[in-house]
């Protein structure tokens, strides 16, 4: 829930407004745990300000998403947001667990929202793959290629493994990435996911069908329909995908 409510537990995420990107993955979290915070456009804040460290402290940053926490801190990268506001959402996975195995847990939990964030990344370099500062129309027959790739291979591949993982956590019953509760993995992978089937509605369509993806896609209707996020999904908080990290182009989507 976004709101401008003070207080020392006031968090203030700043990412580029109008898209959803890398600051989804941190409102998602926001919104599946019911906590409040602000969500500040980036485009209004002073860039240099993020490397200025008597703006923002030190060390200072390179690019948002970037979190200001409850002491006037700010923190940022994706997977270190979603690190430090997992255990005080109850989104680390570590109930039950202390010292030496609560910290194995978390670690487990962020390796898993790494490999998600690789796949987020992978995303974009398919319809940029020669360079971001190049336009798409500049790398159309290569972005071709890498779509074709990404379809026949990194896709299934990149399903199959948390596939993997979901069968092979025997305390979640396969239906949780780590543990018995939703944790931001879980939550990272559904954005995923989700991102992933509109910019290739066609090949997730095709997926879809195969058995052993079953369980994966189970864990996004999971997620997507759990109370917080079918709120957040049905507000004007949820920005629509579009020109950002994953794009919709017809001709790089196939059923294969």
């Known amino acids: 829930m976004s ?56 060390p200072p940053h ?35 667990l202390s010292g030496e195995e609560a910290e194995v847990r978390r670690a487990h939990v962020n390796q898993l929202v790494l490999t998600v964030l690789d796949v987020n ?57 780590i543990g018995n509760k939703t944790t931001t993995a879980d939550i990272a992978l559904f954005h995923v996911l989700t991102a992933m089937e509109y910019a290739f509605p066609r090949r997730v369509a095709t997926l879809k069908k195969v058995p052993k993806y079953k369980s994966v896609f189970k864990l996004k209707e999971r997620v997507e329909g759990s109370e917080n996020i079918a709120k957040y999904l049905a507000s004007e908080r949820r920005k629509p995908f579009g020109n950002g990290i994953w794009r919709y182009y017809p001709e790089l989507d196939g059923e294969e």
């Open 121 to 177: 990344d992978e995303g974009h370099e398919i319809h940029h793959p020669v360079g971001a500062s190049l336009y798409y129309e500049d790398q159309v027959d290569e972005a071709k290629r890498r779509a074709e790739a990404a379809r026949k291979e990194r896709f299934p591949k990149f399903l199959e493994y948390f596939a993997s993982v979901l069968e092979s956590n025997e305390e979640g019953s396969g239906v949780y990435l």
């Open 3 to 58: 709101s401008k409510s003070s207080g020392q537990d006031q968090y203030r995420l700043i990412y580029w407004g109008g898209m959803p990107g890398r600051g989804e993955f941190a409102r998602l979290a926001f919104e599946y745990a019911g906590h409040p915070y602000e969500n500040i456009d980036n485009s209004k804040v002073v860039v240099g300000n993020m490397r200025n460290v008597l703006k923002s402290g030190f």
């Open 62 to 96: 390179f690019a948002p998403p970037m979190l200001q926490v409850p002491s006037g801190q700010m923190i940022s990268q994706t997977s270190n947001i979603l690190n430090y506001i997992a255990p005080k959402f109850d989104l680390a996975g570590t109930q039950g």
